[in-house]
Structure formats: structure tokens, C-alpha cells
């Protein structure tokens, strides 16, 4: 556990549609040393940025209305310099990648604690040490990761995704809805470290 300690406290923008979630988030990093403000959507998030941008954000990936990865090339456009720690409960490498190639400086599969997110900001290289999976991903993931992509390619429009599937909407709706199981290496905070 590290913490923040500076004459002026950092800036930290926390986004996630879950209020509870933030209700314990957001005093646990105020302990940390950083001046938090909360948004429950992107686009209320990027509202608040443009006034004040702040220096880190954690920014959560799946919300309602605009998505983690147009908040976070939003955020980029504000601060080049900002430390962006993507959430998600639906990893899939197709997504951070997406997240890195935005701006994102690291990406994890939720849940995460506060001293967790702190380490992501405090790290500031990729580890060539990391342990590397020694077993393929499996059938699921696979399929998970194929319409991840697809869906990537479609700019997040579930029904143009499905067209380019041959899926029905809803098929496609409820295989997103499902939870995959995670791979181990979307979970290591190094691994998609854009610095």
C-alpha cells in the first residue's frame, strides 16, 4: 500500500454507473491523498473534466450511454498526461487493447480495492518477468474475445454486430450478458502498460 503525499493533493475523477461501488471507492482513495469527484456516466464525467481535468481517472468500461473507451479518448483530448485506470467486469483483450490504444494507462478485471488501483498509478513500466499462461484460452473465451472484437470493429452497435455474426440480436445480447470465465493475464497490472 502506497500513499499520495504532496503539498497540493492529486486530482482523481472516478466513473462508474454502480453508486454503491463509488460510495466505497471514492473515501477509500480520499485516504490515499486524492481530491475526489465522482460521475455515474461518461458523459457527465467528461462534462465535469472539461471544467477541471483532472490528473487520474478511473473510469469503468460497460456503463449506460457512452461506453469507458469514448470517455477515455475524451478524457486524453482534455490532459495528455492523465493516468487512466480502466474497471471492468467484462475483460476481454479486445477491450484493452481498445482502452491502451485510447489513452487508458492500464486496464483491470474487477473487483479491485483501493491500494490496487493506487499500485496501477504508481506503476509506471510493463514487467518483461510477468508469468505467461501456459494453457490456451478456452472455447468460451474464444467466442467471448471473436465478438468482443466484432462488437470493436462495429463501434459498440450491438445490431451491426450481429449482422456481421449472423446472430440474432438477442443471441448476441444474452452471450454478452454473460460473464466469461477471466483470463489470468488480463489480470496482471502490467500487462498492457502503454508506457
Known amino acids: 500500500m502506497s500513499t499520495i503525499i504532496a503539498d497540493e493533493k492529486p486530482t482523481l475523477l472516478l466513473v462508474d ?3 454503491e461501488f463509488l460510495s466505497v471507492l471514492a ?3 480520499r485516504k490515499r491523498g486524492f481530491l475526489v469527484t465522482t460521475a455515474n456516466s461518461a458523459e457527465t464525467a467528461f462534462e465535469l473534466a472539461k471544467n477541471d481535468a483532472p490528473e487520474f481517472a478511473v473510469v469503468d468500461l460497460k456503463m449506460s450511454g457512452n461506453s469507458g473507451l469514448v470517455l ?3 478524457l486524453a483530448s482534455l490532459n495528455a498526461g492523465i493516468n487512466i485506470v480502466v474497471l471492468t467486469g467484462y475483460a476481454s483483450i479486445t477491450t484493452a487493447i481498445e482502452a491502451i490504444k ?3 494507462t492500464h486496464y483491470l478485471a474487477k473487483p479491485v ?3 490496487e488501483i493506487v499500485a496501477a498509478f504508481e506503476k509506471q513500466s510493463g514487467d518483461a518477468e510477468v508469468e505467461l499462461s501456459h494453457s490456451p484460452l478456452s472455447i468460451d473465451r474464444l467466442e467471448w474475445e471473436h465478438i468482443q472484437r466484432v462488437l470493436a470493429e462495429n ?3 450491438i445490431s451491426a454486430t450481429a449482422r456481421s455474426l449472423n446472430m ?3 443471441t448476441l445480447q444474452r452471450k454478452l450478458n454473460k460473464k466469461p470465465s477471466l483470463n489470468p493475464a488480463i489480470n496482471e497490472l502490467g500487462l498492457f502498460n502503454r508506457r
Open 17 to 19: 454507473d454502480d453508486a
Open 168 to 170: 440474432h440480436r438477442r
Open 155 to 157: 463501434d459498440g452497435n
Open 102 to 104: 485510447l489513452g487508458a
Open 113 to 115: 480495492d483501493a491500494d
Open 72 to 74: 477515455i479518448r475524451q
Open 27 to 29: 473515501p477509500a482513495m
